[in-house]
């Protein structure tokens, strides 16, 4: 099973900017999709982004030219900008891999944008 590994969450103003990076320990990155969820305390997860093993990217309505996701299938990471953050993206952001019957999640990063 892919273990994954997040960083880079902390708090932030309205207006700043973060990026989230994920570390994948797996050979077999690059055959993943890697995406970045969110879930806020009473709510559901919800897909923020995810790109495919060709670059192929979705991003929900709300982050788009806001937040751009990308990875580095050398290096074993995915990565998430987060420009011009909003209180309502204050949120628990997770990492996930999948591919077919393999669901992977990381631990969690803590994202607070507040002034």
């Known amino acids: 099973q892919v273990q994954l590994v997040e960083s880079g969450g902390g708090l932030v103003q309205p207006g700043g900017s973060l990026r989230l990076s994920c570390t994948a320990s797996?050979?077999?990155?690059?055959?993943?999709?890697m995406g970045w969820y969110r879930q806020a305390p009473g709510k559901q997860r919800e897909l923020v982004a995810d790109?495919?093993?060709?670059?192929?990217?979705n991003y929900l309505d709300s982050v788009k030219g806001r937040f751009t996701i990308s990875r580095d299938n050398a290096k074993n990471t995915v990565s998430l900008q987060m420009n011009g953050l909003r209180p309502e993206d204050t949120s628990v952001y997770y990492c996930?891999?999948?591919?077919?019957?393999?669901?992977?999640w990381g631990q969690g990063t803590q994202v607070t944008v507040s002034s």
């Open positions: 996930n891999a999948r591919y077919r019957t393999i669901n992977a």
């Open positions: 790109i495919s093993l060709g670059g192929s990217t």
């Open positions: 797996t050979s077999m990155f690059a055959i993943y999709i």
